[in-house]
């Protein structure tokens, strides 16, 4: 394509909105208007389907759910009174406990106020704050925040390690909207030995964010804990960062909730727009279908050139991943459909995998996220009228131009600068672009069977290894990994065994292995007794 072309093509693709200073460029992007008209009939069904959703219609019918996490920033569109009052009680609770903890008048026992803010969770529960508190947090924030987003023992320990002096001080929020997450509950129970190992109160140091008569929500009442915040079963773990999952931090943080859930709320509207060349998400999606026909052919690569923005290809690999990673459609036919998302940040990408971006396997598209403020204040000029900010913007320009000189794919989103309402309304793009990709393609976003099957078999594996050391434990001789197999029911998973073994061995409980452990044929077992 000549340059003259080329620019015509970006003119005519090139989406902007007004409110929020918002760019969107998929002109780099291979499709032709016989691939655009051939897509009309399936956003317009796409339109009707996200117009129904947001009505509240059973969008997740494997739990019979509605899918509501639109009304978070637009209450009035609630379909109930009562969820809409339920909505503006929760946010206006949510900054009164918010104040209340940085200005002291809600404190820990002996202590004159809180210093830290302990979030445990995982997925949904964790990846949204973890990404907002790196966008937005101040340099000095009221509360320090910090995660404990797995079940790793040393991961535990290392951010117990650091809050040491100050667990005293320290506020910690139990998010799980079940309350039976083996993760988070594993964290709670971690960090809840901790306090009382420091002889410290954990309720009431310890916050709720937690499902209407959860298990969680009857200890914390059970227990008087500090409080407890809703999490609404319409309103999706990955979905839940404009809930009370994210507000809650982001308000002790002293973030602008409000103008995080008004950028939401702008580009909502956006993106209501039944006109694909006037809707935002919807020129994704179909950048999205176009790579990868319609099949996830191809990955995502995400690359904010902010530092910011960072953590936002790990929230969106949640986002997209989860949400489109299925099996089956809608019809029941096996599809096998997702999209795979990795990314770094720039131009730390340019001393990384832009070589292969450009000269490799052409199995990828990129996202480029550009922010034109460079910074508060002014900039020093590291060459004669020259900045590093100038520098920032020359490398994604010049990565753009040499991946599409071959032939490799690009779509550009330009954000004003990086503040609260600007993050907000990223959020809500993404949210509303993978609803209308999974109508594309006639799958359920909302749910995630695969989730729930990986979780029955780790709860499998464990009750395996109570089978073990029990079948262990009745023995007065070494066993051979074959006879403590039989022994526990489990001739035919033999492999998990050994694994189960060795994890046991390495951590001195309940066994200890003979001879080296790397010869499975050869081992022997033998029980220690606790």
Do not use: C
């Not at 773990?237 to 809930?243: A, D, F, M, P, Y």
């Not at 509303?432 to 990986?454: D, T």
């Amino acid at each position: 394509m000549t340059p003259t072309a080329l620019w015509q093509r970006y003119k005519d693709w090139l989406y902007y909105h007004e409110g929020l200073g918002f760019y969107l460029d998929i002109s780099r992007m291979g499709f032709d208007d016989a691939f655009v008209a051939q897509m009309l009939p399936k956003f317009d069904k796409a339109f009707r389907d996200m117009a129904a959703l947001e009505g509240g219609a059973i969008a997740n019918p494997d739990e019979n759910r509605m899918v509501g996490h639109y009304w978070l920033r637009d209450p009035d569109l609630a379909p109930t009174p009562e969820l809409k009052q339920d909505i503006l009680d929760t946010l206006v609770s949510i900054e009164q406990f918010a104040s209340q903890v940085r200005t002291g008048g809600i404190y820990p026992p002996g202590q004159e106020h809180f210093t830290d803010i302990l979030s445990i969770g995982i997925g949904g529960s964790a990846l949204g704050p973890q990404f907002v508190a790196q966008a937005l947090g101040p340099d000095f924030p009221p509360l320090d925040i910090h995660f404990i987003d797995n079940t790793d023992p040393e991961g535990i320990d290392r951010i117990l390690a650091r809050l040491e002096d100050r667990l005293p001080t320290t506020l910690v929020i139990v998010t799980s909207k079940s309350g039976g997450t083996a993760e988070t509950r594993n964290g709670m129970v971690e960090v809840r030995t901790r306090f009382e190992q420091r002889g410290l109160n954990f309720p009431k140091q310890t916050v709720a964010v937690t499902g209407r008569g959860s298990k969680l929500e009857k200890q914390a009442i059970s227990e008087g804990w500090l409080a407890i915040f809703p999490m609404r079963d319409w309103v999706g773990g990955r979905t839940s960062e404009l809930s009370a999952v994210g507000l809650l931090p982001a308000a002790l943080q002293n973030l602008s909730i409000r103008s995080i859930l008004g950028g939401a709320k702008e580009m909502d509207a956006a993106t209501r727009v039944p006109d694909l060349r006037r809707n935002p998400a919807a020129l994704i999606a179909l950048a999205w279908y176009y790579a990868g026909n319609g099949k996830g052919e191809k990955d995502m690569v995400v690359l904010p050139y902010k530092d910011s923005l960072l953590l936002f290809s790990r929230y969106l690999q949640q986002l997209v991943m989860e949400s489109l990673g299925k099996e089956k459609d809608l019809d029941g036919n096996v599809v096998y459909q997702g999209i795979a998302v990795y990314g770094n940040k720039g131009s730390t990408d340019q001393h990384a995998y832009v070589q292969q971006l450009r000269e490799g396997i052409p199995s990828f598209f990129v996202t480029f996220i550009e922010v034109l403020k460079d910074r508060q204040g002014d900039s020093v000029e590291i060459e004669p009228r020259t900045t590093s900010g100038d520098y920032l913007f020359g490398f994604l320009q010049g990565t753009r131009k040499a991946l599409y000189e071959k032939q490799r794919g690009s779509i550009t989103l330009t954000l004003p600068e990086v503040n609260a309402h600007t993050v907000g309304a990223l959020i809500a793009l993404y949210e509303r672009a993978v609803g209308f990709y999974a109508s594309l393609v006639n799958i359920n976003a909302y749910h995630q069977p695969g989730v729930e099957a990986g979780k029955k078999a780790a709860t499998g594996v464990l009750d395996l290894q109570q089978a073990v050391v029990q079948a262990l434990y009745g023995s007065t001789q070494p066993l051979t990994l074959a006879e403590l197999a039989q022994r526990a029911g489990a001739a035919e998973e033999i492999e998990t065994v050994y694994a189960i073994v060795r994890h046991l061995h390495a951590n001195q409980r309940s066994l200890a292995i003979q001879s080296n452990p790397g010869h499975p044929d050869a081992i022997r077992i033998v029980a220690l007794r606790e």
